[in-house]
């Protein structure tokens, strides 16, 4: 055996040795407790990989033998949720949690093959700078930006704070390319939409996810709702994955009574069992709340809605949750790399587990689906193996209403989304792979709008010529569409080419409103708060529902 490799080995056991010593011997002390089992596998293990490393027909370095045996042992944790994040994925992570990011602060999409402005974040360099929707990135550091994925733009104007890019823009009306050289900065990602009153004093506010400031944002965005009138809300959890507990925690905690349980965790390790509860009185406390739900609300965001459904402070509406009802705890080990561990499960308030059981990530998204189209019960035939097929176990909230846990947060009242009617099911079939192709023509006719200087009310309706024109934009980019298929899918193309159009010409806030009107989980949720003057209300509505619909 080459010296080198001698050397590491016995590195390698005086590596051993000394962390036995420092953790007063836990290793000599379990293998002893253990028969020398756990010294055993340590000296088996520090075999076959030293027999790999030696003779395996393919040559495989030690780190990356160590890298692969780290990565199987949790893998054999049999938990989605656990794993080794390094690089990238860590950084990931970091920024969803913490919502900031090195950049220049504007949203992109891609369009025509280049990458589009759809929006400069305000207070960013991007917008300090000039950059407007609509613009084209045509150029990255010299580099041609034709082709590239939203993703790789992404990752390379993103950046270190204080670096700087240079990068050109096509603008509409201007024969040349603009230069800009921005430098970037730190930019933060708010978690929580911009708030706005529908009507009758309901307000609406979305929390994207459940980050550092989560709390904070919220707390604002319902003042400001309150100040300029606002008597109920409805509070959008939808495909909101979650985030951090404590900010789960701080989130419900503006809606409960000083003392109420929040949520409780259950772990093994020292610390990890312990229950969380309101710390201050409710700021709002006769405002109606709906709370909307569906497969993709999880984790921190189902803590929320199952604190606030389980205290009957908030009306649940929607389709059943995902069912991440497990806390991580995340282990720096340097400063590139983290462990991050499933270390706990919580339980809402009554009790419940809401985790779904499942083989694999693949497998809970697929039952979380299955779940919400089937009132929150996944058929017999469709558990996985083994799967418990006794009735769903009930808890009670503090007003006896029952609910139900054992597979995500399963709402008061079922609400299904909207789905495609078969004409609009076989335009998209028939567009397939042209889909991109649609997008484009429904944003370049909404940017010539723009350009044009045309000004239309948030009420505006798509026209005959209108129509005419998406058809037309299709044909001259090789996409003829049936008028009998076109007439099946009009509605929708009527739908989406005015969201296109209401946010380019007027306005993101004019085409949340004009999305608002076609969702029909929101439309449910605003027709239940019009008619509700307290909380108790709310209450009141869905039990009479239930009593006439048995």
Do not use: C
């Not at 985030?243 to 000083?258: A, I, N, T, W």
């Not at 739900?293 to 649940?316: C, M, P, T």
């Amino acid at each position: 055996m080459p010296a080198a490799i001698m050397k590491n080995r016995w590195g390698i056991i005086v590596l051993v040795a000394a962390v036995s010593f420092f953790t007063g011997g836990w290793l000599l002390q379990r293998g002893v407790a253990s028969d020398g089992n756990v010294y055993q596998q340590a000296r088996l293990f520090d075999d076959v990989l030293h027999h790999v490393h030696d003779y395996f027909v393919d040559s495989l370095g030690e780190s990356e033998l160590y890298q692969r045996a780290t990565t199987g042992m949790l893998e054999g944790l049999k938990d989605p949720y656990s794993v080794l994040l390094q690089g990238e994925d860590f950084q990931r992570l970091t920024e969803q949690t913490t919502g900031n990011y090195g950049g220049l602060g504007i949203q992109i999409d891609v369009r025509n093959g280049w990458i589009t402005v759809v929006a400069p974040l305000p207070d960013t360099p991007a917008e300090a700078a000039g950059v407007l929707i609509g613009d084209q990135i045509i150029e990255v550091d010299g580099v041609s930006t034709e082709g590239w994925s939203s993703e790789k733009a992404v990752s390379v104007l993103r950046g270190g704070e204080g670096t700087s890019v240079d990068i050109k823009i096509r603008r509409a009306g201007i024969a040349e390319s603009l230069p800009f050289n921005l430098a970037r900065a730190v930019i933060h990602l708010r978690s929580v939409s911009p708030g706005m009153l529908m009507s009758d004093g309901v307000g609406y506010v979305g929390l994207r996810a459940v980050s550092e400031t989560s709390a904070d944002e919220l707390q604002a965005e319902i003042d400001s709702l309150v100040s300029q009138g606002m008597k109920s809300m409805v509070l959008d959890l939808r495909g909101n994955p979650g985030g951090l507990l404590d900010q789960g925690v701080k989130v419900s905690d503006l809606f409960l009574d000083s003392g109420q349980e929040i949520v409780s965790t259950r772990g093994r390790a020292r610390g990890s069992s312990r229950a969380y509860s309101d710390e201050a009185k409710q700021r709002w406390p006769n405002l109606p709340i709906v709370v909307l739900v569906d497969a993709w609300s999880a984790s921190a965001s189902e803590i929320i809605a199952g604190a606030l459904q389980d205290h009957d402070r908030a009306l649940v509406v929607g389709v059943p949750t995902f069912g991440k009802g497990l806390v991580q705890t995340l282990f720096r080990l340097d400063d590139a790399t983290a462990l991050k561990l499933t270390t706990a499960r919580w339980f809402t308030p009554s009790g419940r587990t809401i985790q779904r059981e499942a083989r694999d990530a693949e497998d809970q998204e697929r039952l979380a689906q299955i779940a919400a189209a089937h009132d929150g019960e996944v058929p017999d035939s469709l558990r996985p193996e083994g799967g418990d097929t006794t009735a769903v176990p009930e808890f009670r909230t503090d007003a006896g209403r029952i609910v139900h846990g054992g597979g995500g947060i399963v709402p008061d009242m079922i609400v299904r989304a909207d789905t495609l009617s078969d004409g609009e099911q076989a335009f998209f079939n028939d567009l397939g792979a042209n889909l991109a192709v649609y997008r484009d023509a429904l944003t370049s006719i909404a940017l010539e709008l723009k350009d044009s200087g045309t000004s239309l009310p948030e009420s505006f309706t798509i026209t005959p010529a209108l129509r005419a024109q998406m058809a037309a934009r299709l044909a001259e980019r090789g996409v003829v569409i049936d008028p009998a298929m076109y007439q099946g899918a009009r509605s929708i193309i009527d739908d989406q080419l005015g969201y296109e159009i209401a946010r380019y010409v007027i306005g993101r806030t004019a085409e949340v409103r004009r999305r608002a009107a076609n969702d029909r989980q929101l439309q449910r949720a605003l027709v239940l708060l019009e008619q509700a003057g307290s909380p108790r209300d709310l209450l009141a509505k869905v039990e009479q529902e239930a009593g006439t619909n048995p």
